[in-house]
Nanobody, 115 residues
Framework: VQLQASGGGLVQPGGSLRLSCAAA????????MGWYRQRPGNQRELVAT????????NYADSVKGRFTISRGNAKNTVMLQMSGLKPEDTAVYYC?????????WGQGTQVTVSS
């Protein structure tokens, strides 16, 4: 399984960005895909996940109401729409896939929220 992430960049507070992630390889319908982030000086933390088969979603409390995760039109892709961005959202964001007790990570993409 390989994950290819795109998106990210620099945005002003209150702005929006969208991250995309495409998974390639043997992906099961039970897989869960999502995003984690690592802020400077902190451990990697969950941002949001979505079930590939059922579409069920899960969000960190810190992003509820501001971020939306969804499955893409292309198979095995997910998007993270981030709105109302705050400086504390600045982090390296990592695409993640879990299936059959295995974890896969994409390359990180930097999101910087600054005026």
């Amino acid at each position: 399984v390989q994950l290819q992430a795109s998106g990210g960049g620099l945005v002003q507070p209150g702005g929006s960005l969208r991250l995309s992630c495409a998974a390639a390889g043997s992906i099961l319908s039970i897989a869960t895909m999502g995003w984690y982030r690592q802020r400077p000086g902190n451990q990697r933390e969950l941002v949001a996940t979505v079930s590939i088969g059922g579409g069920g979603v899960n969000y960190a409390d810190s992003v509820k109401g501001r971020f939306t995760i969804s499955r893409g039109n292309a198979k095995n892709t997910v998007m993270l729409q981030m709105s109302g961005l705050k400086p504390e959202d600045t982090a390296v964001y990592y695409c993640h896939l879990q299936q059959d007790y295995s974890n896969y990570w994409g390359q990180g993409t930097q999101v910087t929220v600054s005026s």
